[in-house]
């Protein structure tokens, strides 16, 4: 017996006017814009730390405190300081930034909700894109600082996880802040994902937990202190393909 029950085609208008003028080939093109300008504008910022956490914490919260203090400490030890350019840990991160001796960059990303740039940034750099912001992010990244966040943290810091389990990206420090916090994911990691072999033991070794600030500063160096921060000209290739 055959199968000849077809699936109506359904085409909303809009789309089909879209595919009809060409929109999403010239598309292509704007991404490619996006990501040139951006390239041009960030290339002189290494060494940095990307600085990830919740777009939705106070000022007057403990985390947001701590970040600035972590961030303000970076920038005096010669860090550009990269955030999502908005609210909450991120305009910590770029205070704290902004008050040293480093730039502060914010990434900044067009949502329907929450985001609106912070008024500490030397440069400050928009998205349409999601994927593109997320590139840069891990592009000019020496380390990652992840704050206490939502889904958004979360995905960040999973992707960075899974680009440097993969090898698409190169070893670095990821620094979880917050011991009590990030505990709960943690344990599950070691208990849930190492015993089902999901993955192997070492991988666990990719993070840290650190949440004194001049210890996220001094884990940073020892971590490049044999190979300093100037990538070879292989790691620059592997870079190209995040």
């Not at 947001?64 to 990269?82: H, W």
């Not at 999502?84 to 909700?113: C, D, Q, T, V, Y």
């Not at 999973?158 to 420090?173: R, Y």
């Amino acid at each position: 017996m055959s199968f000849t029950k077809k699936i109506p085609k359904i085409i909303d208008p809009d789309v089909q006017g879209l595919h009809h003028t060409g929109h999403e080939s010239w598309h292509a093109f704007e991404i490619m814009a996006e990501f040139v300008d951006a390239t041009e504008r960030l290339k002189q910022i290494t060494p940095a730390v990307s600085i990830f956490g919740s777009a939705r914490t106070a000022p007057n919260h403990p985390y947001y405190k701590l970040t600035e203090e972590i961030a303000l400490l970076l920038s005096d030890a010669g860090f550009s300081v990269i955030s999502g350019g908005g609210p909450g840990i991120m305009e910590a991160a770029n205070k704290g930034a902004f008050a040293g001796k480093s730039p502060s960059i914010g990434l900044n990303i067009e949502l329907p909700h929450e985001q609106k740039a912070n008024a500490y940034q030397d440069v400050s750099q928009n998205f349409k894109h999601f994927f593109m912001r997320k590139v840069m992010f891990v592009k000019y990244a020496s380390a990652y600082v992840v704050m206490p966040g939502g889904f958004g943290t979360l995905d960040e810091v999973m992707e960075a996880i899974t680009l440097i389990q993969t090898g698409k990206s190169l070893k670095m420090p990821i620094i979880l802040v917050g011991e009590t916090f990030w505990r709960g994911l943690v344990d599950w990691l070691k208990t849930t994902l190492v015993n089902e072999k999901m993955i192997s033991p070492e991988d666990m070794d990719l993070i840290q937990v650190i949440d004194e600030p001049a210890k996220i500063v001094e884990a940073i160096f020892k971590h490049y202190e044999t190979r300093g921060f100037k990538l070879s000209a292989a790691e620059e290739r592997v870079q190209l393909y995040l």
